[in-house]
C-alpha cells in the first residue's frame, strides 16, 4: 500500500463522507446476515483507497463506488457458497465415516487423559486421516516407531474409556443407593 499524501487522505475523506451511506444501503439491501454490510463497505473504501488515482471526480465516483461493491458482493456470495457446501460436504462425510462412539462413552475425557503424544498420534490417524507413514513424515519419527506407539496410545486410551465407563457405573450406582429412603 502506498504512503498516505495529504491531498490524498483529503480526497478520500470527502469521498467516504459523501458515499459511505449509499454504499451501506446498497450493501444492506444486499446481503445476509445484514451485519456483513459493514465488511463490505470496509471492503468498498479498501478498494477506492488503493485505486484512489482511478476513482472519476465529481458525480463519476458514486457509480464508480457501486461497480465496485457489486464485485465485492459477488466475491461475498462465493465465498458464502463455498462455506455452505464445504459444510454440506463435511456434514455428509461426518454423517457416513465419522466415529459413532456409545452415547455413554465421553472420548473427549479419555483422550484428555492420556499425554499429549498419545493425544497427537491418535487425532492424527483418527481425525486428521493421516496414515502411519504420513505421520511419520509429519512428526520426523520412522514409520516403525510411529506403528509402535500408535498401537500403544489405543490400548491406553481403549483402558482409559473402560476406566471412564467404570467410574460413571459405580458413581450412577453410588446416587441410586444415596437416594433411597
Avoid at 456470495?77 to 456434514?91: C, H
Avoid at 457416513?96 to 490417524?125: C, K, W
Avoid at 498401537?151 to 491406553?156: G, K, L, P
Wanted: glycine share 6%.
Amino acid at each position: 500500500m502506498r504512503s498516505p499524501s495529504p491531498p490524498a487522505e483529503q480526497r478520500f475523506a470527502a469521498l467516504y463522507r459523501a458515499h459511505a451511506l449509499a454504499v451501506l444501503g446498497y450493501a444492506l439491501r444486499r446481503v445476509e446476515p445484514r451485519e456483513q454490510a459493514a465488511d463490505v463497505v470496509a471492503e468498498v473504501f479498501t478498494v477506492a483507497w488503493r485505486r484512489l488515482d482511478d476513482v472519476p471526480a465529481g458525480d463519476g465516483a458514486r457509480p464508480w463506488l457501486f461497480g465496485v461493491a457489486r464485485l465485492v458482493l459477488a466475491n461475498h456470495r462465493r465465498g458464502v457458497l463455498r462455506a455452505n457446501r464445504l459444510a454440506d460436504r463435511l456434514r455428509a462425510e461426518l454423517a457416513v465415516d465419522g466415529p459413532r462412539p456409545a452415547p455413554h462413552v465421553d472420548v473427549h475425557a479419555a483422550l484428555a487423559e492420556l499425554d499429549a503424544a498419545d493425544r497427537e498420534l491418535l487425532t492424527l490417524t483418527s481425525w486428521e486421516g493421516l496414515t502411519p507413514a504420513e505421520i511419520a513424515a509429519a512428526t520426523g519419527l520412522s514409520n516403525g516407531a510411529v506403528r509402535v506407539r500408535l498401537h500403544r496410545a489405543r490400548q491406553r486410551l481403549a483402558a482409559s474409556l473402560i476406566a471412564g465407563r467404570e467410574r460413571r457405573t459405580a458413581s450412577s450406582l453410588i446416587t441410586l443407593h444415596e437416594e433411597r429412603p
